[in-house]
């Protein structure tokens, strides 16, 4: 029963945002690559989610400022176990142009692992589009994987 | 009348406006700033592109044996401002249309511009100095080419010997 629900789930992997201190770019383009028919990441099976609780994919954007971390940290614990963590933009791997700024604490990095990176400042949508197939192609082997070590 | 119906039927003949980018080819802008592209044989070394790199993408580190430059340009701190390759003098850094720079975490060190741009040797005393490219000579260096590639010691002797020489030679027009 469990394999038949992991095989099904496998094919449309739901998104879930963290903007953890962007300055909002990423996050237009990410709103671009879901809402204008011209990108349309929803006809490849993904869909945009409001409640971290149904998340398979988190996309994370901004640097990680001090005042949001806590929170960022709160929410990025409530997702479900076999989880893929995006990052979108460079400011979650680099700091982008806010590194040693003096509300940026630390990289995303210490914090949460990144599994797919998608650089640019912001990147394109496509490149968001690409980066969330690559993030489902991680995702579908952890389903695998977790079917073992979590049952 | 019915405005809607002209709407309607242009759009049914004008076919789908979703790119099939994951299946089929995305269409890129013939200007749009991707990543940077960096030909270690025509840089210089002056450093101009780090300097002027708002989020420190650009790194140029000494090698430790002193016989050149490691040239480190990081993809993932890289904000596509394209200033580096508005101000290089030589044109070895320019901005492609390249987007395609998604990666897996593991490999997000990886993901930069490695190059390795070794120094040049003065012709006349051996010593170390930057690269002078065909590319700086025909730009800055065209009165005098063989004074160019010297080192900057070497250069201030040559201009004395020829600021003497012609000195001597109006003395000897007009004692």
């Not at chain 2, 960096?38 to 016989?67: M, N, T």
């Amino acid at each position: 029963m469990l394999n038949l629900i992991n095989k099904l789930a496998g094919r449309s992997p739901w998104i879930y945002r963290i903007n953890a201190g962007s300055c909002n770019g990423c996050d237009v383009e990410m709103a671009t690559a879901a809402l204008i028919p011209r990108y349309d990441v929803e006809r490849l099976g993904c869909k945009y989610c409001g409640s971290p609780r149904h998340a398979d994919v988190v996309l994370i954007s901004g640097p990680l400022t001090l005042r949001v971390r806590d929170k960022v940290l709160r929410v990025y614990d409530e997702i479900p176990h076999p989880k893929v963590t995006v990052a979108v933009g460079v400011c979650p791997v680099s700091g982008g142009c806010f590194r040693d700024g003096y509300s940026v604490g630390a990289n995303i990095d210490h914090y949460i692992p990144l599994d797919v990176i998608v650089p640019g400042c912001p990147p394109r949508p496509q490149a968001i589009i690409e980066g969330v197939l690559k993030a489902v192609g991680v995702w579908r082997a952890r389903l695998e994987e977790g079917l073992c070590s979590h049952s | 009348m019915l405005p809607f119906l002209k709407i309607m039927f242009r759009n049914l003949l004008r076919g789908p406006s979703t790119e099939p980018f994951p299946l089929g080819p995305a269409r890129t802008h013939k200007n749009f700033r991707g990543c940077a592209k960096f030909e270690p044989e025509k840089c210089i070394l002056c450093g101009i592109c780090r300097h002027v790199c708002a989020p420190g993408a650009i790194q140029l580190r000494p090698s430790e044996d002193g016989s050149g430059m490691e040239y480190v340009l990081w993809h993932n701190s890289c904000v596509f401002c394209g200033m580096c390759a508005h101000y290089c003098p030589t044109g070895a850094l320019t901005m492609t249309d390249n987007w395609h720079l998604v990666h897996l975490g593991a490999e997000k060190f990886s993901n930069c511009i490695d190059e390795f741009v070794p120094y040049d040797e003065c012709p006349e005393c051996g010593a170390k100095i930057q690269p002078r490219p065909q590319a700086i000579i025909d730009k800055i260096g065209y009165r005098h080419p063989n004074r160019f590639l010297l080192c900057p010691k070497c250069k201030r002797e040559s201009i004395a010997r020829h600021a003497a020489k012609v000195h001597n030679k109006t003395e000897q027009a007009h004692p």
